[in-house]
């Protein structure tokens, strides 16, 4: 759909891996491929892996879901995780997370595919 | 100058065996006649999109089956804020001369049409394909991540929201056309069906067969004129994962600009109509809009100020969480609403004054908004 070639493989093409980009003119960071910064319109940001660090935004539990692959996983929590580098991202986690834990990203199946799922940083 | 010349509403709820064009003909057919035009005087048509009956010239195949060859035509697509958006179109067309009477319509037969899974399935795909869709977001969770975050910055409570809840329950009671009438508490929303936590089934609108239709004039067609006063968009993001800070919605941009572009205030309304597909959509822009201080919507719906016989009478036909939600059509109940209120003709649900009200649409995950103010002129 974003249509422009990735340096580096993310989870949306089935690597175990969270990429962002940075663009080389203002600094500005992206989670959403695009191949110019969305803030100044330069071409060509540079892309990075993101540590996988973070703290959880908001969340949302699922208990119902619309097709049988993914009714399959119910209940699964869909998160929003501010990551460490700044940009803010969508993904899975452990079910009791709440807003303001610190957590850390593994991979995990779903659905037939591979997506970042956040556990909480033990303390 | 724009009028708003005449309004149609179906029942919603299911009606077995109708395609989105039959629904949408038959509003089409109320709001003409509520303006006591012919056919052939409409010059213009706006529609809005059907996901059960896809098609690239919504517009063109609507004036064909409806039986009108106007000299403008065309869909417009902006989710829950279609209906307000096309007006607001509707509003700038008639000013500017290119037509004289602009018919408004949106209906789709989107309950019975295909299944509530379809349904789901088709509006989860306003996420985004590569970085949302995968992870199995519906609609629900993503209206359920932004509730999280304004419960945890605002203190607002999942009772809280029951309330509003609540309330589109008991205006939907005194509504023929609404898809619910049965009463509900705050134990009833609390206790219903988890859906995408901390959003429940009743905190969700239902999906619905329904259709809705006005017809926006250079000039006054009957008795009582309603002008179009201002209006205004913003859309500050489409992906939830990409919203702005919840201080930074577009909500309070649109508002703004409507405020300027009618030179009326929020002391100034009487009556309002806001989108509410879910009861944190509804908890959220009512407070964004002013209506209500940060935090302090759920307080005005107990203390009865959002009654029909309160200080500011809101979706006295039940909004989407009650009368019932068919895409378009469904944002389009709130106008048709406000403006039978505004004419004196709300029979039972009749309030006290509704000289100039505020109508607020959101399109997305509260990523596009249309804001409008409305004003009776004798």
Request: hydrophobic residues 45%.
């Amino acid at each position: 759909m974003s249509g422009s070639k990735h340096a580096l493989a993310d989870w949306t093409t089935g690597a175990e891996a969270i990429v962002y980009q940075c663009c080389r003119t203002c600094g500005s960071l992206q989670y959403f491929h695009r191949s110019f910064c969305v803030a100044c319109g330069a071409p060509d940001p540079e892309e990075k892996h993101a540590s996988g660090e973070g703290t959880v935004y908001a969340t949302s539990l699922v208990v119902r879901a619309a097709t049988p692959e993914t009714r399959a996983h119910v209940p699964y929590i869909i998160v929003l995780v501010d990551a460490a580098e700044g940009f803010r991202m969508m993904a899975h986690g452990d079910n009791d997370l709440s807003i303001g834990d610190k957590v850390t990203a593994r991979f995990a199946p779903f659905a037939g595919r591979l997506v970042p799922y956040f556990e909480k940083v033990k303390s | 100058m724009s009028f708003i010349t005449g309004v149609g509403l179906t029942a919603f709820g299911r009606h077995e065996g109708s395609s989105s064009l039959d629904l949408m003909s038959k509003a089409a057919e109320l709001a003409i006649s509520d303006a006591g035009l012919k056919r052939s005087e409409i010059d213009g048509i706006l529609c809005g999109y059907s996901t059960v009956a896809p098609h690239i010239m919504l517009a063109t195949v609507f004036a064909e089956h409806f039986g009108i060859r106007p000299a403008y035509a065309h869909a417009v697509q902006v989710g829950g804020a279609t209906g307000l958006a096309m007006t607001m179109l509707a509003h700038h067309l008639v000013e500017a001369g290119v037509v004289r009477h602009v018919l408004v319509v949106g209906g789709e037969n989107r309950l019975t049409g295909q299944s509530r899974d379809a349904s789901i399935l088709a509006l989860a795909q306003v996420g985004h394909p590569d970085y949302e869709v995968p992870l199995g977001p519906t609609i629900p969770a993503y209206y359920g991540l932004v509730a999280s975050r304004y419960m945890h910055e605002y203190g607002v409570t999942e009772q809280d929201l029951a309330e509003f809840a609540v309330l589109m329950r008991a205006h939907a009671r005194t509504h023929p056309g609404a898809q619910f009438h049965d009463p509900i508490t705050v134990a009833d929303v609390m206790a219903s069906k988890p859906v995408a936590l901390p959003l429940k089934l009743l905190d969700c609108c239902p999906v619905s067969d329904g259709g809705a239709a006005f017809v926006i004039s250079r000039e006054c067609t009957g008795e009582t004129g309603v002008r179009i006063a201002g209006c205004a968009q913003a859309h500050t993001h489409q992906h939830v994962t990409a919203a702005p800070a919840l201080s930074e919605l577009g909500a309070e941009i649109a508002i703004a600009r409507a405020k300027a572009a009618s030179g009326l205030a929020i002391s100034d309304v009487c009556y309002a109509g806001v989108y509410d597909s879910f009861t944190i959509t509804l908890a959220m822009l009512l407070e964004d809009l002013g209506l209500a201080a940060r935090g302090e919507a759920a307080a005005r719906v107990r203390s009865g100020y959002f009654g029909r016989d309160g200080a500011m009478p809101l979706n006295t036909h039940g909004g989407l969480l009650s009368y019932g939600h068919c895409g378009v059509g469904g944002a389009m109940a709130h106008l048709v609403e406000t403006h039978l209120q505004m004419t004196g003709r709300a029979g039972n649900r009749q309030v006290r004054d509704a000289s100039i009200a505020l109508l607020h649409g959101d399109g997305g995950v509260l990523s596009s908004h249309v804001s409008m103010f409305l004003e009776r002129t004798r």
